[in-house]
T-cell receptor, first 115, second 113 residues
Framework: AQSVAQPEDQVNVAEGNPLTVKCTYS??????LFWYVQYPNRGLQFLLK??????LVKGSYGFEAEFNKSQTSFHLKKPSALVSDSALYFC?????????????FGAGTRLAVHP | DVKVTQSSRYLVKRTGEKVFLECVQD?????MFWYRQDPGLGLRLIYF???????EKGDIPEGYSVSREKKERFSLILESASTNQTSMYLC????????????FGPGTRLLVL
């Protein structure tokens, strides 16, 4: 069965420092991986995705993610964090079971960027 | 830009009431989804629909039903609301193209008293 794990409930980082939000996955076949962000009292916004090609994927708001097949990971990164990056981040993997096009989400990681 | 709208941002209902949550998308997407979001549990799929009048159960369908009479509209129904259905409800839509992402509405925060 497809699954995705976000091992950290919360990540704290100082403004200006690099940030990493971790995600690992388990899939049969090639993974299709996504990152979403949720600001307070809002829906989810798409950040970036990995389908195929370069292992380093660039997305919105200066975020990027590195696909690592051997470690089955897809960590979200940003070189210099902003206070406005504070939000809830979700990793997701495409689920094709039953022939349907769905996503399976991780439990989410809350990112807190301190001034 | 894709737009997914939900009929209410906040709802307060009483136990036993029938509750309707409406979702509309404007991108002619085939697929629509209802999730509930609870702290520490992430997003859990309640129901989804891949075509008009078609529906499939997700991971937690108990206590819910859905309706999709038109392609752009997907309704979630709580037949008899209970306090354990207090949650954030998120609607999403996507095309059939597997590389494409899902687009989310702003969410409805439901409180059942």
């Amino acid at each position: 069965a497809q699954s995705v794990a976000q091992p950290e409930d919360q990540v704290n980082v100082a403004e200006g420092n690099p940030l990493t939000v971790k995600c690992t996955y388990s899939v049969s076949g090639n993974p299709y991986l996504f990152w979403y962000v949720q600001y307070p009292n809002r829906g989810l916004q798409f950040l970036l995705k990995y389908i195929t090609g370069d292992n380093l994927v660039k997305g919105s708001y200066g975020f990027e993610a590195e696909f690592n097949k051997s470690q089955t990971s897809f960590h979200l990164k940003k070189p210099s964090a902003l206070v406005s990056d504070s939000a809830l981040y979700f990793c997701a993997v495409r689920d094709f079971s039953g022939g349907y096009n769905k996503l399976i989400f991780g439990a989410g990681t809350r990112l807190a960027v301190h001034p | 830009d894709v737009k997914v709208t939900q009929s209410s941002r906040y709802l307060v209902k009483r136990t036993g009431e029938k509750v309707f949550l409406e979702c509309v998308q404007d991108m002619d997407h085939e697929n629509m989804f209802w999730y509930r979001q609870d702290p520490g549990l992430g997003l859990r799929l309640i129901y989804f629909s891949y075509d008009v009048k078609m529906k499939e159960k997700g991971d937690i369908p108990e206590g819910y039903s859905v309706s999709r009479e038109k392609k752009e509209r997907f309704s979630l129904i709580l037949e008899s609301a209970s306090t354990n259905q207090t949650s954030m409800y998120l609607c999403a839509s996507s095309s059939d193209i597997i590389q494409e992402t899902q687009y989310f509405g702003p969410g409805t925060r439901l409180l059942v008293l």
